[in-house]
């Protein structure tokens, strides 16, 4: 009788331990999506900006300053959400990721995005011209793997599953073994963040080390001299002034990643300062402020994203509700739940979208023509 109240005990105690690891799954997973959301719409006015007339021109980025005091997502939100919608559907087989993410990237390509990256461009062009998605993209080491490669960390906790679906995101778009390797950076930052309360960064790097290999070696140096340069305390524009990108972190991902792992490093619980201060560095301030907010929201939850950055987007179809209920399915189906369905968007509803955010970007893109200089 003993044994078997005891084995009753134990598999009430392993149910409660599964169900309340899924929950800090799904928690991470919804974190992930709204803190690149979050990043991405509060850089969004300020890419291409020189931090100094940024600014000047703008003001602090503590608030959102896109349309009417509310923010909207770009490319970098957008590639993350159809990163997770294609994960549901692939229930884990690594081709049928490969086959769904290239599928809606070639849609994404047709509703007319505005900013979209030249790589990414390229490759969507070359799917719709019949390109198989093995060999879709260009030879490129621009931050497009690294912008989405965030949620592959929230989500998927083995490591060799992992690595397979974040190189099949990147060689869609970006053929580039350095484009690879800065995605592959930022999704371990995202996993270290969702399983560790407190960072240890020679153990995340550790882990980088091994998954890149020598051919790596380049990207490992710079991850180590912003780990040797958290603990001095500096502000991430300094780090990124000690790169030679004072002006602002351009999109090559050997600029972007280690700057957003130092901010990262330096704010590992404060959605809040990490992602303003990489949004005063400039440059391509939407996608390094994206990485930066998947990564750290994956480890504080929605929870510790600001209440009012999340109502503050102003987004149909995507909108943040949405959003939440995606990252709500994507936790379901790695939780083993067979219903688990793919949240969509209408089509039209996104074209009209994106010809009224075209609008409000041509807008700044006028605006930065007049002083203040």
């Not at 030249?118 to 060999?135: M, V």
């Not at 180590?224 to 991430?236: F, H, L, M, N």
């Not at 002006?247 to 303003?276: F, M």
């Not at 994956?298 to 209920?325: F, L, N, Y």
Request: aromatic residues 6%.
């Amino acid at each position: 009788m003993k044994t078997s109240q005891t084995l009753i005990s134990t598999s009430k105690f392993l149910s409660l331990v599964l169900r309340h690891q899924d929950a800090m799954t799904g928690d991470a997973i919804v974190g992930c999506i709204l803190g690149t959301a979050v990043g991405d719409a509060l850089g969004l006015p300020y890419e291409g900006v020189s931090p100094m007339r940024a600014e000047r021109l703008l003001g602090p980025p503590d608030r959102y300053r896109f349309l009417l005091g509310c923010g909207m997502v770009s490319d970098d939100t957008e590639h993350t959400c159809m990163v997770a919608q294609s994960l549901i559907e692939a229930r884990g087989d690594v081709d049928v990721f490969t086959n769904r993410f290239a599928s809606r990237l070639r849609w994404w390509i047709l509703a007319l995005p505005a900013g979209v990256g030249k790589a990414t461009a390229r490759s969507g062009i070359k799917l719709w011209l019949g390109a198989k998605p093995e060999n879709a993209g260009v030879f490129s080491a621009g931050n497009g793997p690294a912008m989405r490669a965030a949620i592959f960390g929230a989500a998927i906790d083995e490591m060799s599953p992992m690595l397979e679906m974040v190189r099949a995101s990147s060689r869609l778009t970006h053929s580039d073994p350095k484009a690879e390797y800065g995605a592959i950076a930022v999704a371990l930052a995202a996993k270290h963040s969702r399983q560790h309360p407190t960072i240890n960064a020679n153990q995340w790097l550790d882990q980088v080390v091994d998954a890149v290999g020598e051919a790596g070696t380049e990207l490992i140096e710079l991850l180590q001299k912003a780990i040797d340069s958290v603990g001095e305390r500096e502000s991430t524009n300094t780090f990124a002034d000690s790169l030679g990108l004072g002006k602002g972190i351009t999109g090559y991902t050997y600029h972007t990643v280690p700057v957003a792992i130092y901010a990262w490093l330096s704010h590992p619980k404060d959605l809040r300062q990490a992602v303003t201060e990489m949004i005063r560095c400039g440059g391509d301030a939407d996608t390094t402020a994206a990485i930066v907010g998947g990564i750290v929201g994956t480890g504080v939850g929605r929870e510790g994203i600001p209440a009012e950055w999340i109502h503050g987007i102003c987004e149909w179809p995507r909108s943040t509700v949405w959003m939440e209920r995606l990252g709500a399915s994507l936790s379901g189906c790695l939780a083993g739940d067979a219903s688990a369905r793919t949240p969509t968007v209408n089509p039209i509803a996104v074209l009209l979208r994106n010809l009224f955010f075209l609008v409000v970007v041509l807008f700044h893109g006028f605006r930065r023509l007049a002083p203040p200089y």
